[in-house]
């Protein structure tokens, strides 16, 4: 199908490989950037659509590398389609779907099925990871091979660690040999135990059983010490803590190919946004004290933290509608991803070209996408920025068919006003208006 | 007896001891004491709930807890329905907010709560239109507890005020210890927990309290020696070694006991696990408080439930 040319003029466009915001537009041809012109606009090619930014930021689309779907298998909470919508309305052009689906995305079959039906349904681009070890059980490893040419960007066990340390050993070494990516959820599950929030006083005092920084340090310690005797690529998908951040700091100074996230939530919130037991901010790994809130703001700043993901999982009243010790882990994000990021923005804490490159640029390179630049010959995922658009999120506008929000009924600042994935509009607000 | 009108409790539900002030405290007391007398009558009962709808919902089981409140809703005239777990719907998958909706639908006056979790019966206490007391969330609060353990030290003391009083065993697990520590410092006094690392909660030194490891060191100059109840499952091997090594340096005995003040009480929520936290000639003997507590129990819930019947609509 082809699209007639666009061009998007008076913007300030965002580059993230050099960090630079300087006034411009951008004409998009057959899918891709055809040319990035700064400065005043040039003439609309013929037949060409125009849209106005109005002099909002242009910036390559949002990658996520952590999403939970629920297709296959729990649809009910989340399909392809609606994780996809909610997706293109916060500005996420690519998602990285987790396996943590039924039948679990273990085998090359099953990563062919989601990607045919993110073709077929998905506005934007879905990229799908794939399991570490068979069917999440953490003891035999899958088809690194046939899984990366049937199209997993990365390998994972979703929300379980790859606790057995023999099993970690081989999925490395033999990661290595085919250029795969081992992104691992650094948590220790004996731990972690039976808690359910970072533990300290605030647990104490709401009697709720805590999880140790170091479940998290001593699963990302033994897994750097791996690397170091492997040499495989490795991803921690999330940390949370100080004591983290020291860690990847050192195994980055040591030039090993260790890269690390951060999710949205461990960003802006704190263990007291439990409040009196909001099960909706009870997340794996869990909001830690504002100390860490800090120190990961901090890493992020200064780049020991690569990537920012929404960490997105739907949950339903049925698993969230619990008391605090009983209620599933997980929050939607997808679409609250820039909303909630760009308050480290407007509180000064970071620039939004660091903001930006840490959510398009970084994942990119992690993930080895040509997506994320802001080059002519680049694909044409864009997102337009209003930095300065406030409103107070409604669960209820949200496109996720969950509605699990940790920021529901917050005041944010700052969306998503245009979504382009391939060229094609995905998401605009009414305030963006398309000129023939 | 003088009776002096206590003044009126502000809240609609009682939820734990946190958020109430020290004059509301003392004002629950005062009520109590005035129970105390009540219950000593050969004619109990009292007609403050007459008519009154009062649902025991119980997702733990428990005897004194629950007889306790029981008891306290029909001497108030109430009409007291008991739901335990093993007949109700819980078991069939029904949500507690289902649960709490169901029941609300039954229009209640005051439902009363004990759950596993803690957090569960603020949870349902915002799905609900009548007065909810919490009678244990998981190891969260035992408000009630807290308050017939403070009536009980306030009649045998005479006062509160500048009292040390050592909580001793797994405050790690226990609402009645969390409670307890909020209640006693409220009211004024020091307070100390005692017991091994394994069973105390972290950042506990935050709370205000003075931390021992040492038992014999921390009994030293105690004015009250509460003990708590160590779990079953916890005994052997997954928090302490075994019965027998946590007796030797956490179970109160005579020896131990006697580092404390020559009138040192002791107490203890029950049910007492003898020979693990507690000898049982200390259970029963002269500085015990412990039979005691339980009557202090049925007034401290009659006060609770008066307190908060004046919240009731037509009240």
């Known amino acids: ?436 | 007896m003088t009776q002096v009108a206590p003044p009126s409790f502000p809240h609609r539900h009682l939820l734990g001891i946190e958020g109430l002030t020290r004059p509301e405290i003392e004002g629950l007391l005062d009520r109590a004491d005035a129970a105390v007398d009540v219950s000593r009558q050969v004619e109990k009962k009292r007609n403050v709930l007459r008519g009154r709808t009062q649902i025991n919902l119980f997702f733990e089981p428990s005897t004194r807890t629950q007889s306790s409140f029981e008891l306290a809703g029909k001497r108030l005239g109430a009409d007291v329905m008991n739901m335990s777990v093993a007949s109700s719907s819980v078991k069939k998958g029904e949500t507690l907010i289902d649960t709490a909706a169901t029941l609300n639908a039954m229009r209640p006056d005051i439902i009363v709560v004990r759950h596993q979790s803690a957090g569960a019966v603020h949870l349902l206490a915002r799905k609900v239109d009548c007065s909810v007391v919490n009678a244990g969330d998981g190891a969260h609060e035992h408000p009630t507890q807290a308050l017939l353990d403070a009536l009980t030290i306030r009649r045998n003391k005479g006062r509160i005020e500048g009292l040390q009083v050592a909580i001793c065993g797994d405050v790690l697990h226990s609402r009645v210890a969390r409670s307890n520590i909020i209640s006693l410092q409220a009211l004024g006094a020091r307070v100390r927990v005692i017991g091994p690392t394994s069973l105390l909660p972290s950042g506990i030194a935050r709370f205000g309290v003075e931390v021992f490891t040492d038992m014999r060191e921390g009994l030293r100059d105690c004015d009250i020696v509460m003990m708590l109840r160590l779990q079953r499952e916890r005994m052997n091997g997954s928090f302490v070694p075994s019965v027998k090594e946590y007796f030797r340096y956490y179970g109160l005995d005579g020896d131990k006991l006697a580092l404390a003040r020559p009138d040192a009480l002791v107490m203890h929520p029950g049910p007492m696990n003898r020979g693990v936290e507690i000898a049982s000639d200390i259970a029963d003997g002269a500085q015990s408080l412990i039979r005691e507590q339980v009557e202090m129990g049925v007034a401290v819930r009659m006060a609770v439930l008066e307190a908060l019947a004046s919240h009731l609509p037509n009240g």
């Open chain 1, 1 to 436: 199908m082809s699209l007639r040319p666009l061009l998007l003029s008076n913007a300030r466009l965002l580059d993230p490989a050099t960090g630079q915001e300087t006034p411009g537009s951008v004409l998009v041809r057959e899918g891709r950037i055809a040319d990035i012109a700064h400065g005043a606009a040039p003439g609309a090619p013929e037949g060409a659509e125009r849209i106005d930014c109005g002099g909002n930021v242009l910036a390559p689309g949002l990658i996520d590398m952590r999403a939970f779907v629920g297709e296959p298998g729990a649809e009910h909470r989340e399909t392809l389609a609606s994780a996809s919508a909610a997706a293109a309305a916060g500005g996420v052009t690519t998602l990285v779907c987790m396996p943590d689906t039924n039948p679990v995305i273990d085998g090359p079959a099953i990563v062919d099925f989601v990607l045919r039906r993110a073709r077929d349904t998905a506005c934007v681009t879905v990229l799908p990871a794939a399991a570490v070890t068979k069917g999440l059980a953490g003891r035999e490893m899958t088809e690194f091979g046939l899984l990366q040419e049937a199209g997993a960007v990365a390998f994972t066990d979703g929300l379980k660690a790859v606790t057995n340390a023999q099993v970690m050993r081989r999925a490395l070494t033999y990661a290595r040999d085919f250029g795969a990516l081992i992104m691992q959820h650094v948590e220790e599950p004996d731990l972690v135990g039976e808690g359910v929030m970072n533990e300290g006083e605030f647990a104490s005092r709401l009697g709720l059983a805590g999880i140790p920084r170091e479940a998290e340090t001593v699963m990302l310690e033994r897994d750097i010490r791996l690397v170091r005797l492997t040499g495989a690529r490795y991803h921690a998908a999330m940390i949370s803590c100080a004591d983290s951040v020291e860690i990847v700091r050192r195994a980055k100074e040591a030039g090993l190919p260790v890269t690390c996230g951060v999710s949205v939530n461990n960003l802006v919130l704190n263990e007291n946004d439990i409040g009196h037991y909001r099960t909706f901010c009870r997340l794996a790994p869990p909001l830690r004290h504002e100390s860490d809130r800090q120190a990961v703001v901090e890493a992020l700043k200064e780049g020991v933290i690569d990537a920012v993901v929404s960490d997105h999982n739907p949950q339903d009243v049925e698993t969230k509608r619990l008391p605090f010790a009983e209620a599933a882990d997980g929050a939607l994000g997808i679409e609250t991803l820039l909303g909630a990021a760009m308050r480290l923005v407007h509180t000064g804490d970071i620039g939004l070209p660091r903001l930006i490159q840490a959510l398009t640029a970084a994942p990119a390179k992690i993930l080895g996408r040509e997506a994320g630049r802001l080059t002519a010959g680049a694909p044409a995922d864009l997102v337009l920025i209003d930095p300065d658009l406030p409103y107070v999120l409604d669960k209820r506008q949200l496109k996720s068919r969950s509605k699990n929000s940790p920021f529901d009924e917050a005041r944010l600042q700052g969306a998503a006003a245009l979504t382009l994935v391939g060229g094609r509009v995905v998401h605009r607000l009414p305030e963006i208006a398309v000129a023939a």
